[in-house]
């Protein structure tokens, strides 16, 4: 009952202008001479996302760069692309937005794929702003996202190194959440959670108490642990720190940017999350199926759904059933193993119960459970077994 209650809120308040993107449209040009705010590198690695012909518009790098191209707020000063050795037509639908963004496009091809880590870690260091945003290249942004993401790191305190978008899978509205469950990172109790398509349920008690601009009604944001795919980053405090860990060896990337928020912390420097739902994402996951509902979609975002809902593979950080659950078991426990034993024990045993024996977890993007349990079994010991190596080799 509670939970429906918190929907409703939010519905509500969803509907009011000015929590609509579009409010920005009317508020924000009086507002701009004052705002001054630096630019930003869009990062973008790609792998297989170009599949199709440039002519057919159906490929999720090209709706990608569409959205860059109609950016609002003059921040976004350069997007940069790494193919990462992709074998599709990546370059023919790169070049066709060359003219197009209205800022310049920067390409760079790695001969041998590489994986996402050492990709963005070399945009990094060819980007010519002082941030940076990491972006997925079967993801599609509100208009106001770049805005927003720098607009509210320039409101925090000098030692934040980065801000967190809010990133919806396949849908546009985000979902109650308590804010003490977004972006969790706790070595002490070996947890480490996402939740990054949440709304803080008490932001919904008293909305305009949690502004930190009244003028545009943008949302305070949070301060969290841990990290995903979708933020903005200070490139100095980024690079100090190491970039992105390359000792990875898993298609899917899974827990590169938990590793980054590690270092992050440990440095002294923390990071924030903004629920403002006018500076949303839309991940696509482009290539995982499973069931959706469309309503809440335009026949735009829809269509893209509807493409991205096909079974695919060697495409982006796409892998099988049974790859990801290992990645992320195998990734999970050796990052935090890294950092602490005891938190990785408690990791480990938790997943076992979830995982092993009580079959509750589906696999993010794909949706799905391994319903036989000596092959969650199988899966699990060589994942702790594989972590427990890498451990050793990394620490």
Known sequence: MKNILEQEK????????????????????????????????????TFN??????????????????SLAVQKGDVLGEVIIVND??????????????????????YERNEIN??????????????????V???????????????????????????????HLPVYHRKTVPVPVDKNQIGVLNLEEGIITGNYEGFP???????????????????????????????????????????????????????????????F??????????PDPKFYCVHLKYGA???????????????????????????????????WFHSFITSTYATLGRESSEAAQKFKYGIYKNFVVGNTMKAAGIGTKINDYETREAIFNQAIEDGNKLVCQTR
């Open 133 to 163: 945003m990491f972006l997925d290249d079967d993801c599609v942004f509100s208009k106001w996202m770049f805005f927003g993401a720098n607009f509210t790191l320039e409101k925090l305190e000098d030692s934040v190194a980065a801000v």
């Open 201 to 263: 349920v008490d932001y919904l008690k008293n909305p305009e108490a949690h502004f930190i601009d009244e003028d545009l009604k943008i949302i305070k944001p949070i301060k969290i642990t841990n990290l995903g795919g979708i933020f903005l980053a200070k490139k100095n405090i980024f690079e100090e720190i190491g970039g992105f860990p390359e000792f990875f060896t898993w298609r899917n990337g899974f827990r590169e940017e938990t590793d980054v928020a590690l270092r």
């Open 85 to 106: 050795a992709s074998g599709d037509n990546t370059e023919e639908v790169v070049r066709s937005f060359q003219d197009k963004l209205g800022v310049p496009l920067v």
């Open 10 to 45: 939010l519905q509500t308040l969803l509907k009011k202008e000015c929590f609509k993107p579009t409010y920005l449209d009317q508020s924000f040009p009086k507002y701009f001479p004052n705002t001054n705010l630096p630019k930003i590198s869009a990062i973008v690695p």
């Open 114 to 131: 590489k994986g996402s880590s050492k990709s963005r870690n070399l945009a990094v260091g060819m980007a010519k702003y002082d941030l």
């Open 289 to 323: 199926t499973g069931e959706h509902d469309f309503k809440e979609l335009d026949p735009t975002l829809q269509s893209f759904v509807e493409q991205s809902n096909i079974t695919r593979s060697n495409t982006g950080n796409r892998v099988g059933l049974e790859e």
């Open 265 to 274: 912390g440990r440095s002294g420097h923390s990071i924030y999350f903004t």
């Open 49 to 66: 996302r170009c599949p199709n012909p440039v002519s057919e518009n159906s490929n999720p790098l090209g709706w990608c760069l569409e």
